[in-house]
Structures are given as structure tokens and as C-alpha cells.
């Protein structure tokens, strides 16, 4: 049941804050897709910097929604894949992704007149 003060003490607004943020999940999208590397995801995710796609899976990581794993190789190789607790973000991400596609044209348009005005 949804509280009526949806205020910090609302889970739905505590969940929002961890994960609503466009980086985060283009990259939990991306990573739903098998583990990767790095450069994978920076060719995957257009627009991302390199220390933004850094910073983004470091704080993933503390919340235990990504893991990191360094091979002893020369270069060291290191792949990131979701924890269990990422990959139950899998059906919501799911659902938005979906009514993203049903609603392109009119979610296109908003979007250019949103940029439009700044």
C-alpha cells in the first residue's frame, strides 16, 4: 500500500534515489545482457564518459548491484556483471523499456521539446 506523504520514509521514494538516475539504468539494462567489460559498455552506452560510466559502476557496486572481477592477466582484465540483488531489477527495467517502445512517438516528441527550451 502506497503511504499517503510519499516523503523520504516512502521506500518507493528510497529506491527512487538509488536507482533513478538515466546512467544507472542504461547500464543495469546493458548488463542484463551478460557481463562486460569496460570498453563494451562505453561503445554499448552512447554519451556516457569514461568517468562517468567509472563513477556510476563504483556506486553500483556499494550497493551491491554490480560486481567487479579482475583477472591476473597482462593488461589485467576486468568484467562487470549484476549481483542478485541487479538482476531483480530485470522486470521493472523490463516494464519501462516496454512502455518506452508503446509510447515512442509520443515520448520522442516530448523529448525534443524538451530540449527545445533549455
Do not use: H
Not at 50 to 62: F, H, S, V
Not at 91 to 105: G, H, M, N, R, V
Amino acid at each position: 500500500m502506497v503511504k499517503s506523504s510519499l516523503d523520504e520514509s516512502c521506500i518507493l521514494n528510497q529506491a527512487l534515489t538509488l536507482i533513478a538516475n538515466k546512467w544507472t539504468l542504461l547500464i543495469l539494462m546493458a548488463l542484463m545482457q551478460g557481463t562486460k567489460r569496460n570498453s563494451e559498455l562505453l561503445r554499448q552506452i552512447k554519451g556516457i564518459s569514461p568517468k562517468m560510466l567509472t563513477q556510476t559502476l563504483k556506486t553500483l557496486m556499494e550497493y551491491d548491484m554490480v560486481k567487479r572481477s579482475v583477472y591476473p592477466e597482462v593488461p589485467p582484465r576486468v568484467e562487470y556483471e549484476l549481483t542478485e540483488f541487479g538482476e531483480s531489477t530485470a522486470d521493472p527495467l523490463i516494464a519501462l523499456l516496454q512502455w518506452s517502445i508503446d509510447w515512442e512517438d509520443q515520448i520522442s516528441n516530448l523529448y525534443k521539446a524538451n530540449l527545445n527550451r533549455t
